[in-house]
């Protein structure tokens, strides 16, 4: 092979840009009529999320670059300022849809957020009482003054800034006071509905403090308040080559991390320029990080109120996985993996399974070894029961924990700790590289010898997360496949050098030239004017090799088409560079999260599944797994399902343009065209599943 191509000379697209196009389309299904209410109100919650994310992650540099006026590199005070105004557009759309449209639609559906000027008398008194039962007991204002300097304030925590008239106790006219309100009180409290009426009244913290803010204070009076949250940059880093204990370096970190280097200033709309000002000097911000929001400051807590209403007429209707068409109930995975290979398809088909094969080998009694890689498991995780109820069984049990899983990673400190407790041999993967590969191992006495079964995942382990995330599982007894997975658990376990695998292709290794090779050779054959054909799906492209190596196979010929959900630094169809490249993010009901990558060359065709996007840190700094499918029916149905199902969405598909943007690919439909608009989610969901 050719390896690395020469790259194209055109500008790829911004990534932190890319991310938040990708939020605009989450946004979008806030906006869509044909969505029940309150789902249209979880998915802005799950846009404001994914913006504290963006935060906490990628804007430190940012802010840094701008501070020091810096004008050249990838961080700059350009950058800086152009990210930020984009922010901003986002975050004003956002409140429009909330304040002009969602909170409408809401009071027609009989659920309304009362503010303090609405509420009748009986109302006004049970928010009297929950304050001072339940509220007031909790706050401690704090008076600033030489003794009370300005406290810690905790990422995206809620708080409240007061300038007060008059004098304290002793006499000092110290004007401002803060009020932290603890994580622990609920967002949303239910109110008495007005009588003869059926609608749900709810009031909101914010709302319920700021009304008795002047009690919090007695002898003074409120003059100027707003609520306020800082965002507070939040990646853990620590040097692995210097800690001796990687596991108490972080638990460190973790005490440190809500504490941070402040990156933005959210507060009311009516915010005085006196107190956005005191408030941004305190946390050493620019103007252009201050967010003044008409609402709440944190809309992520609208989860909150979500779960307190019972009217399932304003869901998503319940949908039942179907059981995995390759498997029946009752029968041994074992007996069937023997068979041949299985492929799930989450969450159409159910995660169930995944753990009933777990649980199968944890009560076999000829099943003597289980090793397991550990990323996100959830915060109660049957799977980590099962574990430690195999090293009770006496079976050898071996747990590669990712520590540094982000802002998982206290939980999973605790299950490592938890299974080293009752015996299990628990390891922390290769120093510098995060385990990502989602891998398990069984290896059981059968009378041939011993044999190996493994389960191998696009996704986590994580029954939460699996029942709205889209993945592929895949089960084998393949004796070269399950070889290969096992060195990879030496490899990770000794850190020993890899030998060298069958069929696996394993990152940071080999997977990254891997797929360049494989890129080149596709364009080499289109260059002889034989047929090639590239087709990925995964959540994000953003390795410039890979990106520019596409765009040469794009000139020689290839047809690319790439079903990428997030970020995409390759635009498509430019002219002269990416003419036969096609971008489309699909977002639906469900996340779509599988990874999948297909070559067809002159009539032969690879399918390759992995844990894996294409991302420099996937590819370079993470242990990642891709595996071949080999049996041409899993094959095809993997293309049909996940690739050609996606390239024909009309519904939830976007597209994206030379420039950056994304356009609708049902944009113009009318609303009897719409409502025959092709959706891969809704056909899949009913093809394998069922209402309930």
Not at 46 to 62: G, H, Y
Not at 309 to 315: K, S
């Amino acid at each position: 092979m050719t390896g690395q191509p020469t790259a194209p000379r055109f500008s790829l697209l911004d990534r932190d840009h890319s991310i938040l196009a990708f939020n605009e389309r989450v946004m979008d299904w806030a906006r869509r009529p044909d969505v029940p209410e309150l789902e249209r109100l979880r998915y802005l919650s799950i846009v404001s999320s994914n913006l504290d994310e963006f935060f906490e992650v990628r804007m430190a540099p940012q802010l840094a670059a701008a501070k020091a006026y810096e004008t050249r590199g990838l961080y700059t005070a350009q950058t800086f300022e152009a990210l930020s105004a984009k922010v901003h557009e986002l975050v004003a759309q956002q409140y429009a849809i909330y304040n002009d449209e969602l909170l409408p639609a809401l009071e027609k559906k009989g659920i309304k957020i009362v503010a303090h000027s609405e509420r009748n008398a009986r109302q006004r008194r049970h928010v009297r009482e929950i304050f001072h039962n339940e509220v007031q007991p909790l706050l401690m204002p704090v008076g600033l003054d030489p003794a009370h300097p300005f406290p810690q304030v905790a990422n995206k925590s809620l708080n409240f800034i007061v300038r007060l008239t008059g004098k304290d106790a002793f006499g000092r006219e110290n004007e401002i006071a803060i009020v932290k309100v603890p994580r622990i009180l609920p967002r949303f409290f239910r109110l008495p509905s007005v009588k003869g009426s059926r609608q749900i009244h709810f009031v909101s913290i914010s709302s319920l403090i700021r009304t008795h803010l002047n009690e919090l204070f007695p002898g003074r009076q409120v003059t100027e308040f707003s609520q306020f949250r800082v965002t507070r940059h939040s990646d853990l880093a620590v040097d692995e080559e210097e800690v001796k204990n990687l596991r108490t370096a972080l638990r460190k970190g973790l005490q440190q991390r809500h504490y941070g280097q402040a990156l933005r200033l959210e507060v009311s709309a009516g915010a005085s320029t006196f107190l956005s000002d005191f408030l941004l000097e305190q946390f050493g911000l620019p103007q252009a990080c201050l967010y003044r929001v008409p609402g709440p400051v944190n809309l992520v807590r609208l989860n909150q109120l979500i779960d307190k209403v019972d009217a399932p007429e304003l869901r998503f209707e319940p949908y039942l996985p179907g059981w995995p068409q390759q498997l029946t109930p009752g029968q041994s995975f074992f007996e069937r993996l023997q068979q041949g290979d299985v492929l799930i398809h989450q969450p159409y088909e159910s995660f169930d399974a995944v753990l009933s094969f777990l649980r199968e080998a944890v009560e076999d009694p000829d099943v003597l070894a289980i090793k397991q890689t550990i990323y996100r498991t959830g915060a109660k995780s049957e799977l980590m029961d099962l574990l430690r109820e195999a090293v009770r069984r006496g079976k050898e049990v071996t747990a590669v924990v990712e520590l540094k899983a982000r802002f998982d990673e206290e939980a999973n400190i605790n299950y490592a700790e938890r299974l080293e407790s009752v015996g299990a041999q628990v390891v922390y993967g290769v120093v510098g590289l995060k385990t990502h590969a989602k891998m398990l191992l069984i290896t059981r006495r059968e009378p041939a010898g011993l044999r190996r079964y493994a389960h191998l995942s696009t996704g986590n382990y994580n029954p939460g997360t699996a029942r709205v995330y889209t993945d592929l599982s895949y089960l084998t007894a393949d004796e070269s496949l399950t070889a290969d997975v096992d060195q990879v658990f030496l490899h990770l376990a000794s850190q020993n050098r890899l030998a060298k695998l069958n069929k696996a292709l394993i990152a940071p290794f080999l997977l990254h030239k891997a797929m360049l090779d494989k890129v080149a050779a596709a364009g080499e054959a289109a260059a002889r004017g034989q047929d090639a054909r590239i087709t990925l799906k995964m959540n994000a492209l953003t390795d410039e090799p890979l990106a520019r190596a596409l765009a040469v196979a794009s000139q020689q010929g290839v047809k690319v088409d790439l079903i990428v959900r997030g970020a995409c630094v390759l635009p498509a169809g430019v002219p002269g560079f990416t003419d036969n490249v096609r971008v489309r993010s699909v977002i639906g009901r469900l996340l779509e999260h599988s990874r999948v990558y297909h070559f067809r060359v002159n009539g032969d065709e690879e399918i390759w599944l992995s844990s894996a996007d294409w991302m420099n840190r996937n590819m370079l700094r993470r242990v990642e797994l891709a595996w071949p499918v080999l049996d041409p029916a899993l094959r095809q149905r993997v293309i049909d399902e996940c690739l050609n199902a996606y390239l024909h969405d009309t519904r939830d598909a976007w597209l994206l343009q030379p420039d950056g943007h994304y356009v609708a690919a049902g944009h113009g439909a009318s609303g009897r065209q719409r409502h025959h608009l092709q959706s891969a989610q809704a056909s899949l969901m009913a093809r394998h599943g069922g209402k309930g």
